[in-house]
Nanobody, 117 residues
Framework: QVQLVESGGGLVQSGGSLRLSCVVSGSIFGINGMNWYRQAPGKERELVAAIDNGGRTTYTDSVPGRFTISRENAKNLVFLQMNSLKPEDTAVYYC???????????WGQGTQVTVSS
């Protein structure tokens, strides 16, 4: 059983920074990438950043240059460094493990990020 636990959310002023962490526990078999999603009130969940097992990263259009996804494989940790935060970044942020071989993706419980103007 794979579990993801996020931490690091909170309230920050516009222009501030936060670093989200995601701990992966259990079997990592079949995980070929880790992702951060977010969901703002009244909006659909959207992919913010992704990192594959080779370390390649992708970002949604609104965050390149501000957000950085990284991973520490030895400790099964995934991070999302968020700088120059804007009020529109306010959302619940979810860690996601994308799995192959017919396995379902796994989600964390989410962590709230609130950016005040």
């Amino acid at each position: 059983q794979v579990q993801l636990v996020e931490s690091g959310g909170g309230l920050v002023q516009s222009g501030g920074s936060l670093r989200l962490s995601c701990v992966v526990s259990g079997s990592i078999f079949g995980i070929n990438g880790m992702n951060w999603y977010r969901q703002a009130p009244g909006k659909e969940r959207e992919l913010v950043a992704a990192i594959d097992n080779g370390g390649r990263t992708t970002y949604t259009d609104s965050v390149p240059g501000r957000f950085t996804i990284s991973r520490e494989n030895a400790k099964n940790l995934v991070f999302l460094q968020m700088n120059s935060l804007k009020p529109e970044d306010t959302a619940v942020y979810y860690c996601n493990a994308h799995r192959v071989f017919g396995l379902h993706d796994v989600w964390g419980q989410g962590t709230q990020v609130t950016v005040s103007s």
